[in-house]
Each structure stands twice: as structure tokens, then as C-alpha cells.
């Protein structure tokens, strides 16, 4: 079992920049894979990006790269995500997720890959 809460939303202007911070504790956090998801009003959560276990490998959404950087601190259980040139679309409820599971690199873009969800956090951009 793992507990995730994250931390860091707010509102911001567009242009500017928000790190968000998920705090895990529990079972040995170099264990997990950690992924960012978000979810828009009306909308179907997202993936946003991942990070693999001890070699801080990243996967990032279209959408996000070159803005969303994600980062780990096994030492501290955290997982970061540093958000710059934020838009008004990235308005949504962000969440940090884990899983125990190994695959292929792909799957870790799907919600279902995920077993441990944090509560959210919001993000509002405005224009």
C-alpha cells in the first residue's frame, strides 16, 4: 500500500509556472512508477507524464512537452512536476498516481496501469 498527497496547485497567469508535489508514504517508494494525470470539467483524465523507478526515465503527453518537467527525490518519497509557460487549457484537476506493476513503457500512459491514486490537485491557468 502507498498513500499519495499532492500539493502545489493554484491559480496562476497564463505564461507562468506551478510545481506540484506528491508526497508518498507507505511501502518503499523506489518501487513505483509515478505518473501525472489531469482531468478538465466535461472531460476524461489524461496522461500527462511519467517517471520510472531509479533511472528517472520520463514519458510526457504531446501536449505538455518541453513545458512539464517530472522529477523524483527517492530519498524524500516525493514526486515533483514543474509546469512552465502554463496555457489556460491546462486548467484540470491534477493527479499523481502508482503503480507496482512492470511494463512496457507505453502502458504507464494509461490510468488503469496505475493502482494508487493521490486526491488531486487544482490547477487554474487564466488568460
Known amino acids: 500500500q502507498v498513500q499519495l498527497v499532492e500539493s502545489g496547485g493554484g491559480l496562476v497567469q497564463a505564461g507562468g509556472s506551478l510545481r506540484l508535489s506528491c508526497a508518498a508514504s507507505?511501502?518503499?517508494?523506489?518501487?513505483?512508477?509515478m505518473g501525472w494525470f489531469r482531468q478538465a470539467p466535461g472531460k476524461e483524465r489524461e496522461f500527462v507524464g511519467s517517471?520510472?523507478?531509479?533511472?528517472?526515465?520520463?514519458d510526457y503527453a504531446d501536449s505538455v512537452k518541453g513545458r512539464f518537467t517530472i522529477s523524483r527525490d527517492n530519498a524524500r518519497n516525493t514526486v515533483y512536476l514543474q509546469m512552465n509557460s502554463l496555457k489556460p487549457e491546462d486548467t484540470a484537476v491534477y493527479y499523481c498516481?502508482?503503480?507496482?506493476?512492470?511494463?512496457?513503457?507505453?502502458?504507464?500512459?494509461?490510468?488503469?496501469?496505475?493502482?494508487?491514486w493521490g486526491q488531486g490537485t487544482q490547477v487554474t491557468v487564466s488568460s
Open positions: 498516481a502508482a503503480t507496482l506493476s512492470v511494463y512496457g513503457s507505453g502502458r504507464y500512459r494509461l490510468s488503469s496501469s496505475y493502482n494508487y
Open positions: 507507505g511501502r518503499t517508494f523506489s518501487t513505483f512508477v
Open positions: 517517471i520510472s523507478r531509479t533511472t528517472g526515465t520520463t
